[in-house]
């Protein structure tokens, strides 16, 4: 799996030998992975800057709500916004924690005052800006 995480797009050849199988073999177990849910998909990785999206904000909420229709109705709408590129709900505080990518400082500002601010159930708000990126997924 490590080979395939650093590039999706390699042949059942390449990873084949690669991994010090033939290919029949190696096609067979690639399957069964992606069969049992272990792979789950292939994906592109995109440079943020090179589609506006270069900064990127870390940003905890907490909400006041504690019903199951604003729950639900308010991760639906921070699930709806391009900019969130991921949300989780958390147990504990925050509540939930986005990954917000914006152009740059003046799009996040507006982002955080016309869509962020003032949702129903949020209580609390805060950003954190990363310094740098020493470790990532992607």
């Known amino acids: 799996m ?5 590039d999706g797009r390699l042949t059942n050849v390449e990873l084949a030998k690669r991994v010090g199988l033939t290919p029949p073999p190696c096609l067979r177990r690639l399957k069964r992975l992606e069969d049992a849910g272990v792979i789950s998909g292939y994906r592109a990785v995109i440079n943020p ?3 506006g999206r270069g900064l990127e904000v870390m940003v905890d ?3 006041y709500a504690n019903d199951l229709k604003t729950i639900e109705t308010l991760e639906e709408t921070l699930a709806s916004y391009e900019e969130v590129t991921e949300l989780r709900r958390m147990f504990g505080r925050p509540d ?7 152009a740059d400082h003046a799009a996040y500002n507006a982002f955080l ?15 954190h800006l990363t310094m740098k990126k020493v470790k990532s997924s992607d």
């Open 2 to 6: 490590f080979h395939l995480r650093q």
């Open 49 to 51: 800057e090179a589609v």
């Open 61 to 63: 909420v907490e909400v």
């Open 96 to 102: 939930y924690c986005l990954r917000v990518a914006v």
């Open 113 to 127: 005052t016309s869509k962020l601010t003032g949702l129903p159930g949020i209580l609390r708000v805060e950003s």
